[in-house]
């Protein structure tokens, strides 16, 4: 048997994606203890794991659209720009940046480490412990066996509730039996700078590929973009069903997966311009849009994104349109807010049934339409950032007020007043 190793935080934050990272720099930046737990050799989270390289969530969706996002992932994006690692805003569907990942692996380590967090990558959470209602400590595994980790508040940034399941607060499964399909992302070179790219020119590609019966292809429409600094090109089109809560299931759909990457890589060939592309990278995890969520005391709805709704305790401003992947047809839908931006209030962050524990990111509480909004990156920042403060003052005092989470999250740099944004931003050809 391996000795525990003991230690004693005020905050923990498990999962480094950008939900966990702009958590823990947020309750490190209000004087909180803060230990950022990552299962990976990096922080990032889908936008280094999983080769989703676009940020959305971060503008309105109007014909001028608005910064709805500041604070930590507007530092973000300024980092990244001053390594010439960022470009956009663009506009396909809705509006969007682009990045290069590995610069993003170097920005959020120097965010992390200048915020004074503790940062412990390649540790895998494994269990958590109650006293009465509230988590007492984590159990995370390294090769030199389990530590244990106490703290005086939790957020789940782990994007399917390790945390909170393991600590057996109440989550549910996707949404009443509707659950995004994963989609790996897959990143091609060698197709030459002064080739345009065009998405619509790659469907009609995989179009032919499948009326001439090439197995192995699934999505015909998704995001393609070029990447800054590499000239790279990902896209979302691979999508397999699964179980994100199952090896053995997740296990084969990256394997089926990494076949589909492979067509897919045959059919674009075909493309003028294209005959030299070759595969940079698949994932390198499959990317799952939807796994559990904490069922917290408020659930964001269809209808609160439709109404563009307010409510006193809004923490994050939602922009992003509703988009659901739909395992059923291979399609997505595209709803966008019915104003600019709707509220998320701290009680979608707060788990129903466990005092100290916080959502943040995809695990935070939405409905099958709002959660298909709220989930995404530059959003993801804006609710972590929240649930990072919100934890800190729950490590203080034992409580928690949204008067108080508000006013330390505007002192951050957070947007929270969605009829007074900033001023419109020029949109990238
Ligand atoms: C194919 C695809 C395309 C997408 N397109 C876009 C897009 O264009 N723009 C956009 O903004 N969003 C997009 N999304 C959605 C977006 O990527 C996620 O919703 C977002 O990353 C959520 O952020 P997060 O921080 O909550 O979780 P994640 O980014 O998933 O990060 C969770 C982190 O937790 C870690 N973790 C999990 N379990 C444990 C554990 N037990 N112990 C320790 N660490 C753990 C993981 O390793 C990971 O680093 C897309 C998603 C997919 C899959």
Redesign the pocket.
Known sequence: MHPTRAESYDVVV???????VAAAVAAARIGARTLL????GF?????T????L????LYTLGPKPRPAVGGIAQEVLAALRALGALVGPKRFRGV?VVFDPEAVKRVLDDIALEAGVDVLLH????AAERDGNAVRAVR?QDRSGPRRIEARAFVD????C??AYFAGASTRYGNRGFINM????TRFGGIPREVPVSAARWSEAIREAKARGVPHLSKETG?VVRLPISGDVVA?LVAEEYDARDAASIGAAEMRGRRQAWTYLDVIRGIPGHGNAYLVSTGPEF???ESRHVDALYQVTAEDLRSGARFPDGIALGA?ASEFHDPATLGSSFEKPGSETYDIPLRALVSRDVSNLFA????ADGDRIAGASL??????FAT?QAAGVAAAHFAAQGSVSADEVRKALAAQGALLDGENLPGPVAIEA
Do not use: K, P, Q
Request: hydrophobic share 40%; glycine share 24%.
């Open positions: 498990v999962g480094g994606g950008s939900a966990g737990v990552e299962a990976a922080l990032g989270g889908a936008s794991l999983r080769n989703v676009t940020y959305c969530g969007f540790a895998l959470l494994i995370v940034a782990s994007g399917d390790d945390l994963g989609t790996l992302g995001l979302y990317g799952t849009r992003w943040a990111g995809r695990t989930r995404v990156m530059g959003t993801a972590g």
